[in-house]
């Protein structure tokens, strides 16, 4: 066996291991700010009339705090799905309806593009007249909303934010931990706002939810080895999405994994020594799904929580 089918065999079986530590998870990432955020909001929550929260329209059920009911004490909610312009559209309606079905407003939103924007401020309308027929009947001055903006790292709440004021109130990266404390912000004459930093629960460990936060950039790369997130896609895309894998890279689901790693890789270009290089190939594969160039996807089922 030359040196080249070793080194293929080795990464072979490197691989199979990875598999297997996939379906594994057991994650506890949970920096000191998420801690004092909790605490913040729940000093601040009998402040606030209505809470939008902010899911990733690709992992609706993943991206969506399982604290959020306990940290807001019930507030009335509107469920905001950003990136549906990176969506499985048929995915992202079953979501929708069976959240709507759970009591919330649901809004679709593309916020690269300004797609139902207004749509929120419909909803947050609604709130302000209802409170404000309120605090007339009880002989007080009317007031704006105070709305409260909550979600996990990186699923588009600054970006939200730029929206709703129409000029850049926060900074907006493409990656968790940008806002670091709650901050007001004035959006107009009728809504205030309180951004609060990406937040998760202490342990992520419910089957595939921490590797679909790490495929969409909620929590870091140094969390989890780049090479099993890569597995991951892949194996969630040869399940869910064989014709856009073929249509990026030429690979079928028939290829066995390594075979698919050698394909992207000579696609790529990423050829050292004569080899593919595997840490490149691994890159390219979460740089291309979180880009969308992996097409449109949605890596949670309805038909799993139901």
């Known amino acids: ?35 004092k955020t909790k605490r913040e909001i729940k000093e601040k929550i009998d402040l606030i009339d209505v809470v939008l929260e902010v899911i990733d329209g690709r992992i609706p059920y993943s991206s969506k ?34 959240y709507e079905k759970l009591g919330y407003k649901v809004v679709l939103t593309d916020l690269i593009n300004n797609i139902n924007v207004k749509d929120i401020f ?48 926060t900074k907006v990266g493409n990656k968790p931990g940008i806002t670091k404390s709650l901050e007001w912000i004035r959006v107009n004459d009728k809504l205030e706002l309180l951004d609060t930093p990406g937040i998760l629960w202490p342990r992520l460990d419910e089957g595939n939810v921490a590797y679909n936060l790490a495929s969409m ?59 593919v290089d595997y840490d490149r190939v691994y890159t390219i594969v979460l740089r291309d799904l979180r880009d969308g160039y992996l097409g449109k996807v949605t890596f949670d089922r309805v038909e799993d929580v139901i």
């Open 1 to 35: 066996m030359d040196m080249y089918q070793k080194r293929k065999t080795r990464q072979k079986e490197k691989n199979n291991r990875q598999e297997e530590t996939t379906k594994r998870s057991n994650i506890n990432w949970y920096p000191g700010h998420m801690v």
């Open 65 to 98: 705090n399982k604290e959020v009911d306990s940290l807001t004490n019930n507030k009335q909610k509107i469920l905001i799905m950003t990136k549906i312009d990176l969506c499985d559209e048929r995915e992202t309606l079953k979501w929708k309806r069976y």
């Open 122 to 169: 419909k909803l947050t309308d609604n709130v302000m007249i209802n409170l404000n027929e309120k605090r007339e009947s009880k002989g007080l001055k009317p007031r704006k909303v105070r709305a409260l903006i909550i979600g996990v790292p990186n699923v588009g709440k600054s970006t939200l934010i730029n929206r709703l004021v129409s000029k850049k109130a």
């Open 217 to 275: 950039t909620a929590i870091k790369e140094e969390v989890l080895d780049v090479q099993d997130i890569a597995i991951y896609i892949i194996n969630r895309m040869i399940d869910w999405y064989p014709s856009h894998l073929a249509e990026r890279y030429g690979v079928t689901s028939d290829d066995e994994l390594i075979d698919i790693l050698d394909k992207i890789g000579k696609k790529r270009g990423v050829i050292s020594g004569g080899e």
